[in-house]
């Protein structure tokens, strides 16, 4: 009997929920055309000012 392949599941489950997220991201995206998308690549947090310091 051969043994199951649980990462070649494990890959198709993973693969499965990026391709059903990134549909509902575009989805999203073509409902609200005039809103900017909040998961773009800008940063996280502004730099600090200069001359201060943490």
Do not use: I, V, W
């Amino acid at each position: 009997m051969a043994k199951p392949n649980y990462q070649f599941e494990k890959r198709q489950k993973e693969l499965a929920k990026k391709k059903k997220k990134e549909e509902k991201r575009l989805r999203k995206l073509g409902d609200n055309p005039g809103e900017p998308e909040s998961d773009t690549d800008a940063p996280a947090s502004q730099p600090p000012a200069e001359g201060k310091t943490l």
